[in-house]
């Protein structure tokens, strides 16, 4: 089992950025691969980005140059900077954790959840 905790969202202006923490425990964080997905009332869950064991990333048409996603596996934390953030940046972005062979953009690859941060960006 992975548990999955994140925190840093809240009620911004476009243009501002934030940054999303992602706190792991439980199984060896470093094992995992791990993404961000977001999702806006009534619509689907998104990938967003997302990060290999090895540290390859990979984004969403919509946030590349914008979002970047990283690791530390000393802190079994991931991150999400997101700058320049738009009013369509706004919705519940989730942290999710999947030890298969390689990084997927399906949400239903995924093993593990957190419970979701909400990120306002007013216009």
């Known amino acids: 089992q992975v548990q999955l905790v994140e925190s840093g969202g809240g009620l911004v202006q476009a243009g501002d950025s934030l940054r999303l923490s992602c706190a792991a425990s439980?199984?060896?964080?470093?094992?995992?691969?791990m993404a961000w997905f977001r999702q806006a009332p009534g619509k689907e869950r998104d990938f967003v980005a997302g990060i290999s064991r090895s540290r390859s990333t990979y984004y969403a048409d919509s946030v590349k140059g914008r979002f970047t996603i990283s690791r530390d596996n000393a802190k079994n934390t991931v991150y999400l900077q997101m700058n320049n953030l738009k009013p369509e940046d706004t919705a519940v972005y989730y942290c999710?954790?999947?030890?298969?062979?390689?990084?997927?953009?399906?949400?239903?690859?995924?093993?593990?959840w957190g419970q979701g941060t909400q990120v306002t960006v007013s216009s």
């Open positions: 439980g199984r060896t964080f470093s094992m995992f691969n």
């Open positions: 999710a954790a999947d030890n298969s062979i390689a990084v997927s953009s399906d949400p239903l690859r995924f093993d593990y």
